[in-house]
């Protein structure tokens, strides 16, 4: 006997800004290309440095790898993002196959990150809950025991039965590292709260690692009127760090204050475009000064008869190009906005990073460090399998021990996960 059950997630958030992306005069491509030489980090920024003392450094220092990115104001750059960044291995549901080290030291300057519960959804505790039941027992007391059980926030993609990636603050402390060792980068993390979290239980991870203390926090808890500061400003204030905390369900303003809620902030464009259509450039809901260009697709997947999405590299091959990505954003120029975050699937396909490059008006160059690379665990060359992702590696087999049928989607973002047991 069979008894399905589908869940659907949906990953949100987003974002605008105001500069059209001039459309006619790309820079070209290369002219100052050779490996980045970050400033050394004694020379960096110091809290509460006077104003001076801010200008000099800031006219001295890369920003995100570019000199010329330190005066503009956050929501005037483009970030390379990485969608469901966490989110690597064997499993149908891995959208990277560089680990969230690797993608920083490339050059990926925002992750997304989504948030649940490994003891919610699990297969394991529907079917142990299901014999119970059927034995007659009175299961009320465990759920109730389960409901109120304080959880790790883990990144999963669709359910920690298909891709479970372990604790965000694992993660986390890898980011406080980077922060650490490169001085002079600006990064931002969406939160996407796909269980019961708080904002305190979110929050946690971040004191945990560390990393709390790089975060920055808006003058404003609305967008409205709002002014970002420079890229030098946050890096000479050492607040390097923007977290978007897309809750799904509290709205208030958030606290800590340093989390935003990123709907105050930003939308996004389409997250559920499928393989052969074309990307636009239409915010989904009230414009803000932050854009999520959203350039990934989704591929159909069958099984048991149903037709679900899934991530998918060769179209991310395709579809991650210099001039597939720029197209797109040049459609946000027509349209009046300038694209924040420019977020893909597979992120080592294609040129993300030159794209990104052009659509900042910058002479592309290799702005990768080494950061990690002392880190064993760490493989250089990066690819589906890498050992990070073991822990998801034993999760997927688990679900082929299971006899269970198990799958997903992920156009969108938006993930269905077929569960037969
Ligand atoms: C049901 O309850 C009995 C008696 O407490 C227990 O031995 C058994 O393991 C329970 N079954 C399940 C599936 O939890
Ligand atoms: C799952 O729940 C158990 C007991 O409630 C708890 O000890 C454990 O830390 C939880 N695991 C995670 C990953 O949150
Ligand atoms: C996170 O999502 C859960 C489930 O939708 C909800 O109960 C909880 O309030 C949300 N947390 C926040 C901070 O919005
Ligand atoms: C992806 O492309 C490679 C090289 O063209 C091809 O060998 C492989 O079969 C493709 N994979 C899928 C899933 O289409």
Request: hydrophobic share 40%; with cysteine.
């Amino acid at each position: 006997m069979k008894s399905l059950s589908v869940l659907a997630l949906s990953l949100g958030m987003l974002l605008r800004a105001t500069d059209a992306i001039d459309t006619h005069h790309p820079p070209m491509p290369g002219a100052l290309s050779g490996k980045y030489h970050p400033p050394m980090p004694r020379e960096a920024a110091v809290a509460g440095e006077d104003s001076q003392a801010l200008d000099k450094r800031a006219s001295t220092m890369d920003c995100n790898g570019y000199s010329e990115l330190c005066t503009r104001a956050f929501d005037k750059v483009a970030y390379v993002t990485t969608h469901n960044a966490f989110a690597i291995g064997d499993s149908i549901a891995a959208n990277q196959n560089l680990d969230i080290r690797q993608q920083l030291d490339k050059g990926v300057r925002a992750l997304m990150l989504d948030l649940h519960d490994a003891n919610d959804s699990s297969i394991s505790l529907r079917r142990r809950q299901a014999e119970a039941q059927a034995q007659g027992n009175d299961t009320s007391t465990d759920l109730a025991k389960r409901d109120n059980a304080k959880s790790t926030p883990t990144l999963c993609h669709a359910s920690c039965i298909l891709l479970n990636a372990g604790p965000l603050v694992d993660q986390l402390n890898y980011l406080k590292k980077f922060l650490d060792e490169n001085r002079y980068e600006v990064v931002t993390v969406f939160l996407e709260n796909d269980s019961k979290f708080t904002y305190a239980d979110m929050a946690q991870p971040f004191y945990d690692s560390g990393l709390d203390k790089y975060a920055f926090t808006p003058s404003s808890t609305d967008a409205d009127g709002f002014q970002w500061p420079t890229l030098g400003e946050m890096i000479t204030k050492n607040t390097r760090l923007v977290v978007l905390a897309d809750t799904k369900s509290d709205t208030t303003v958030p606290v800590p204050e340093w989390m935003v809620y990123d709907r105050n902030y930003a939308v996004q464009t389409s997250y559920s475009v499928k393989a052969g259509q074309a990307f636009d450039c239409n915010p989904i809901s009230t414009v803000r000064s932050l854009l999520v260009m959203n350039h990934f697709v989704s591929v159909d997947y069958s099984v048991l008869g149903m037709t679900f999405e899934k991530p998918d590299y060769n179209s991310s091959v395709a579809i991650n190009t210099r001039a597939g990505i720029v197209n797109q954003a040049n459609l946000c120029g027509v349209a009046g906005y300038f694209p924040n975050y420019v977020t893909v699937d597979f992120f080592d396909a294609g040129d993300v990073l030159k794209a990104v490059a052009d659509i900042n008006k910058v002479n592309y160059r290799d702005i990768s460090v080494d950061t990690f690379s002392s880190d064993a665990s760490s493989s250089a060359t990066g690819s589906s399998g890498d050992k990070s992702s073991t822990h998801s590696g034993a999760m997927t087999s688990g679900i082929k021990r299971q006899g269970l049928a198990a799958v997903l989607a992920a156009a969108t973002g938006s993930l269905l996960l077929l569960l037969a047991f």
